[in-house]
């Protein structure tokens, strides 16, 4: 804190230093209550607003953290970092627009800064503006060829152009330490055997979980290439993937993570290993490669999702599993719509729709049913969350699913269901790639893009128009 020549900048800078010691601590309120204190003394005190907007920031008081940071870099002689904070701040509250002028001032300010870099190359990408994500993604990397930020980021936008064969040994960065706890189930996971270099080993491959669920289940579709050629495979799969996987890949063995870090590290048991999305460093690097893509690779209990359909399937109308959430941490809120924003195509006739939404949907459902009369059935015999092979058979006995960007998305493609997928003007993940209505992952999905950011009314319009014309066929 900087010296203050008001009566009280004793006290002020004592009240400052026990908000910062809260705030490494990470008690938030406790810092925020001695930042206060200090503006009570000192009211334009530049450090106690930067610091008090970037505690607002850390609890999603975008507006207010903005607030604050602005008036600090009015105040602070140099505020490089204050300008940093301000710009992640503004791309949170989508002004893209100034968050890069923000960012570029940290930059011009502080050129050790490259974070700055990396910062402006993903809002260019989030822009869909891919040219210019490279040129800053390409300066970081000037700087400093060996980040790791920088070398996945650069991956993440060549796989959403679809630039495969430039992009995964670039992506294999996302797996080094460097990323914190991105990675943290992978952390944890022992090595027990070489990377694998695409040749087929003397001894088992063992392929080792990859990120989420969604993300196993996604690359997991390579399994399919495995098994086709008769390599010798353990794959460790998050619990709930288990039963649905073996059924999907009779000839690969599979194991939770749990008995995985219980086998003896000291036995060498495997030729090699390898991570699910580094599979597609040797599987998937053309469009050549994309046409062997297998569809459905996953399938579901037939017996179960018959019972189902027998259940939930009524004459000459159309059932439509629906999702409509994704809870993914960065990007969630940005994919997710409401069940009121889906009221186009809600309100169609001769539709009944099932709830495959994890999670808790029952207030949100009922105040539809309230207001609009619109019924979405929820079978409570299925945990959609827990139960994933109970839910693929549930999506199995639909006769399409509606869904945003989530894990339902992924399963419903991947058995093989037509799948409308509502994604948000920027792509969220690569694997959806731009600009086109059909997926080279899922050849049974279709998607359907926001024209402008948070407007869901033109997809959502397509979809009405498309379900319609089924339940149509139905009657």
């Excluded at 106690?48 to 600090?72: I, K, P, S, W």
């Excluded at 989508?94 to 993903?122: H, M, P, V, W, Y």
């Amino acid at each position: 804190m900087r010296p203050a020549q008001k009566s009280g900048s004793g006290k002020a800078e004592q009240l400052y230093l026990q908000g910062r010691a809260h705030h490494k601590a990470g008690d938030l309120a406790m810092a925020e209550a001695a930042y206060k204190e200090v503006l009570r003394l000192i009211p334009t005190q530049p450090d106690a607003l930067h610091m008090l907007g970037v505690a607002a920031f850390q609890q999603d008081r975008f507006e207010e953290a903005e607030r604050l940071l602005a008036a600090a870099i009015r105040r602070i002689p140099k505020p490089a970092l204050a300008y940093y904070n301000y710009g992640n701040t503004l791309r949170k509250l989508g002004r893209f627009g100034d968050a890069i002028n923000a960012f570029t001032k940290a930059f011009e300010l502080d050129r050790s800064n490259i974070t700055c870099l990396e910062q402006l190359g993903n809002i260019y990408k989030e822009l869909n503006q891919f040219g210019k994500a490279h040129e800053y993604y390409d300066q970081l990397l000037a700087l400093e060829p060996t980040s790791a930020i920088g070398r996945s980021n650069k991956a993440i936008a060549l796989l959403t152009e679809g630039r495969l064969a430039e992009a995964w040994e670039l992506y294999e960065s996302r797996l080094d330490q460097q990323l914190g706890n991105s990675h943290p189930k992978l952390e944890k996971l022992p090595r027990l055997a070489p990377e694998w270099d695409g040749c087929i080993p003397s001894k088992p491959l063992l392929v080792l979980p990859e990120q989420g669920l969604g993300d196993q289940i996604f690359y997991g579709g390579m399994l399919a290439d495995l098994e086709s050629a008769g390599i010798e495979c353990l794959v460790c799969a998050e619990d709930r993937l288990i039963d649905l996987f073996r059924r999907s890949f009779p000839r690969l063995m599979f194991a939770t993570p749990a008995q995985l870090t219980g086998l003896n590290q000291r036995e060498t048991l495997f030729g090699a290993q390898i991570t699910m999305a580094s599979l597609g460093r040797w599987l998937r690097t053309s469009e050549q490669d994309l046409k062997k893509v297998r569809s459905p690779f996953l399938l579901c209990d037939k017996s179960r999702a018959t019972t189902l359909r027998r259940q939930l399937k009524k004459p000459n109308r159309l059932l439509v599993g629906l999702s409509w959430q994704s809870l993914r941490t960065e990007q969630g809120a940005n994919k997710s719509c409401s069940l009121s924003q889906l009221l186009p195509a809600l309100k169609s006739e001769n539709i009944d729709f099932i709830d495959l939404q994890y999670g808790d949907t029952n207030e949100e459902r009922s105040l539809l049913k309230a207001s609009e009369g619109v019924d979405i059935q929820r079978l409570d015999t299925i945990d959609n969350r827990l139960d994933i092979d109970g839910l693929a058979a549930l999506i199995d006995a639909c006769d399409i699913v509606l869904t945003v960007s989530n894990t339902t998305a992924h399963l419903s493609a991947s058995l093989g269901k037509p799948t409308l997928v509502l994604l948000p003007w920027h792509t969220p993940l690569w694997y959806w790639h731009l600009n086109s209505m059909d997926s080279r992952w899922y050849p049974s999905a279709v998607l359907l893009r926001q024209s402008t950011a948070g407007n869901w009314s033109e997809p959502v319009a397509q979809v009405a128009k498309i379900i319609q014309g089924l339940a149509r066929e139905c009657v």
